[in-house]
């Protein structure tokens, strides 16, 4: 089940992308889009958009879990503590990085 978001995706003249590619093709371009936008009035349906995206996304995973029979299983890693250091270095590095007052 793993890889299928982006299984075979190709853009552009048949140029195929992996699954991380397309990801990070993906991500750069919002990135591009924020940096070019002079009216970022626009830039608000976009971010409309992706929370409507992951209200979806949430909806369809509970019903998978909750209606279609597959549920939720108690099993695996809730945390992944050894992950925590560089998560944390980031969000410092970023909150440091941002103007905000």
């Known amino acids: 089940m793993r890889g299928i978001l982006f299984a075979?995706?190709?853009?552009?003249a048949g140029l195929k992308l992996s699954n991380?590619?397309?990801c990070n093709f993906l991500?750069?371009?919002?990135?591009?889009?924020?940096?070019?936008l002079t009216?970022?009035?626009?830039?608000?349906?976009a971010s409309a958009g992706?929370?409507?995206?992951?209200n979806i996304v949430e909806c369809s995973?509970?019903?998978?879990?909750?209606?279609?029979g597959?549920?939720?299983?108690?099993?695996?890693?809730l945390f992944n503590w050894s992950g925590l250091?560089?998560?944390?270095?980031?969000?410092?590095?970023v909150l440091r990085s941002c103007s905000c007052p």
């Open 8 to 12: 075979n995706c190709s853009i552009l």
């Open 20 to 22: 991380k590619q397309g």
């Open 27 to 36: 991500a750069s371009v919002e990135v591009v889009l924020t940096t070019w």
């Open 39 to 45: 009216n970022l009035g626009a830039l608000a349906f």
């Open 50 to 54: 992706g929370v409507l995206a992951l």
């Open 61 to 68: 995973v509970f019903w998978v879990g909750a209606v279609d």
């Open 70 to 77: 597959e549920g939720f299983h108690d099993s695996g890693v």
């Open 85 to 93: 250091p560089t998560a944390f270095s980031l969000f410092v590095h």
